[in-house]
Nanobody, 125 residues
Framework: QLQLVESGGGLVQPGGSLRLSCAASGFTLGYYAIGWFRQAPGKEREKVSCISSSGGHTKYADSVKGRFTISRDNAKNTVYLQMNSVKPEDTAVYYC??????????????????WGQGTQVAVSS
């Protein structure tokens, strides 16, 4: 059974930090590029970042550049999203998803075939 599980979400104050994790089971995460997506209430899901299968290439949405960092530890079958200097507008459910290619960029989200259930991030004082 292929499965992705996000963790690390919760309540954080503006300006604070949070690290999300995406752990895979049933398949080798190192064969896939991984994207982090988020969806806020009443808004469409958007891609915030993605990372190539080896971790050598990363992409970020303009809204999170300089604040978020995506990384991976393929030995642990896990991808991370380090969120620094968070803002209230970062509040959303965050999802990780696996792309069956080695590299990622502007691909439509429909090409990401494996999705986690999401983890809630709430930024509030």
């Amino acid at each position: 059974q292929l499965q992705l599980v996000e963790s690390g979400g919760g309540l954080v104050q503006p300006g604070g930090s949070l690290r999300l994790s995406c752990a895979a089971s049933g398949f080798t995460l190192g064969y896939y590029a991984i994207g982090w997506f988020r969806q806020a209430p009443g808004k469409e899901r958007e891609k915030v970042s993605c990372i190539s299968s080896s971790g050598g290439h990363t992409k970020y949405a303009d809204s999170v550049k300089g604040r978020f960092t995506i990384s991976r530890d393929n030995a642990k079958n896990t991808v991370y999203l380090q969120m620094n200097s968070v803002k209230p507008e970062d509040t959303a459910v965050y999802y990780c998803a696996a792309l069956p290619w080695a590299f990622c960029g502007s691909e439509t989200e429909s090409l990401y075939h494996y999705w986690g259930q999401g983890t809630q991030v709430a930024v509030s004082s």
